[in-house]
Nanobody, 124 residues
Framework: QVQLVESGGGSVQAGGSLRLSCVAS????????MAWFRQAPGKKREHVAS???????TYLDVVKGRFTVSRDNDKNTLYLQMNSLKPEDSAMYYC??????????????????WGQGTQVNVSS
């Protein structure tokens, strides 16, 4: 298991940008797969974007072309660059990590490690 600490959330107007960061501490291979999830009030937690140690990434369809996930393996840090934000992107965003995506990318997600979340609010 690893410790995950997110930062970078906040309030922006529609069309604006935010960059989320997630610093992981612990066994590097315990965070070989890292992902961003989000959960809005009254809705299920959903996978937003993920990336493995080799840089292979996946995205939720509605964020493709607007969000970019990346990681700096030397710094054990995961990023999510969010551009052209929309009000429907408002949610609590969580960082997650696991050795693989087998359970962490399941529905519902079962990841070995979760961060505490960072709130993103997008106003129209």
């Amino acid at each position: 298991q690893v410790q995950l600490v997110e930062s970078g959330g906040g309030s922006v107007q529609a069309g604006g940008s935010l960059r989320l960061s997630c610093v992981a501490s612990g066994n590097r291979y315990a965070s070989a797969y890292m992902a961003w999830f989000r959960q809005a009030p009254g809705k299920k937690r959903e996978h937003v974007a993920s990336i493995d140690l080799y840089g292979t990434s996946t995205y939720l369809d509605v964020v493709k072309g607007r969000f970019t996930v990346s990681r700096d393996n030397d710094k054990n840090t995961l990023y999510l660059q969010m551009n052209s934000l929309k009000p429907e992107d408002s949610a609590m965003y969580y960082c997650a990590a696991d050795r693989s995506d087998v359970l962490c990318n399941a529905n519902p997600p079962v990841c070995n490690s979760w961060g505490q979340g960072t709130q993103v609010n997008v106003s129209s």
